[in-house]
């Protein structure tokens, strides 16, 4: 089995781990949807703190995954999972029932974040706020 997932992974922490290694423990292999810069852009009204390729390269060194790729547009989650043929595709419950659309091609799975930490968090702990 296949699974998937999508994420920012900004200012990688625990969190973002633990959804990983969840999301791997369901199947076989697990490949990673790193969102592009712009993309959170788009979504956010800010750029991350670490650039895509940095993500890209701190997600992709990580023992529970196996490929990444860089996730242009939120409208393509079934491109990918077709072109990866993925059968899960997992997200955080943050997400929930967003990504419903998606489940005549595979299963949808939502799991439970990791509670009191979050990027936001970190960047105003860093910024002493
Ligand atoms: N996460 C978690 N626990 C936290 C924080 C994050 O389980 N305390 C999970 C999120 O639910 C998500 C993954 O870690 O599944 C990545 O989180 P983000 O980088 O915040 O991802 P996001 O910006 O929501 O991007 O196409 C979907 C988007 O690209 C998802």
């Not at 701190?58 to 023992?63: G, P, S, W, Y």
Request: proline fraction near 2%.
């Amino acid at each position: 089995m296949r699974v998937i997932t999508f994420g920012t992974y900004d200012v990688f922490h625990l969190g973002h781990l633990r959804l990983l290694e969840r999301a791997a423990a369901l199947g076989d292999s697990l490949v990673v949807g790193v969102s592009s810069d712009q993309l959170n852009y788009t979504k956010k009204q800010r750029y991350p703190v670490y650039d895509q390729a940095s993500r890209m390269a701190i997600v992709a060194a990580l023992r529970c995954v196996n490929d990444v790729f860089l996730e242009e547009s939120l409208e393509r989650k079934r491109e990918y999972i077709l072109a990866y043929e993925a059968d899960i595709l997992v997200m955080g419950d943050d997400w929930a029932g967003r990504f419903d659309f998606c489940s005549d091609i595979c299963r949808v799975v939502y799991l439970p974040r990791t509670p009191s930490i979050s990027t936001t968090q970190l960047i105003e702990v860093i910024r002493g706020v």
